[in-house]
């Protein structure tokens, strides 16, 4: 199984940014499809974004479109999340996901939780107003 940790969340005012990212174990980190997602309190958990193994391709929730960007840097086994022009209700827990086998995968629903077979501890993303 993968290992993630996630990093820089913290607090920012409204129309701030903040980088996230996200450490990954593994020797075929390049075959990962990676993703974001976030929960806020008494919610339940949304997709945000994500990226494939190859390409590599891009996928955002329209909440977040033209706003937050993923890369990865394979080089690194690292991905981050860029989040520019925060607003308050992105205000949540940001987890990072990983499928180790999505390589070898025909079909792929990235915005699907259920897709993805290892998750980081999360790290807590606050905006104030």
């Known amino acids: 199984q993968v290992q993630l940790v996630e990093s820089g969340g913290g607090l920012v005012q409204a129309g701030g940014s903040l980088r996230l990212s996200c450490a990954a174990s593994g020797r075929t980190f390049s075959r990962y499809a990676m993703a974001w997602f976030r929960q806020a309190p008494g919610k339940e958990r949304e997709f945000a974004a994500a990226?494939?193994?190859?390409?590599?391709?891009?996928y955002y929730a329209d909440s977040v479109k033209g706003r937050f960007t993923i890369s990865r840097d394979n080089a690194k086994n690292t991905v981050y999340l860029q989040m520019n022009s925060l607003k308050p209700e992105d205000t949540a827990v940001y987890h990072c996901?990983?499928?180790?086998?999505?390589?070898?995968?025909?079909?792929?629903?990235?915005?699907?939780?259920?897709?993805?077979?290892?998750w980081g501890q999360g790290t807590q993303v606050t905006v104030s107003s």
């Open positions: 990226i494939s193994w190859s390409s590599p391709s891009t």
């Open positions: 996901a990983a499928n180790s086998d999505a390589w070898s995968r025909a079909t792929y629903n990235y915005a699907k939780g259920g897709e993805y077979n290892s």
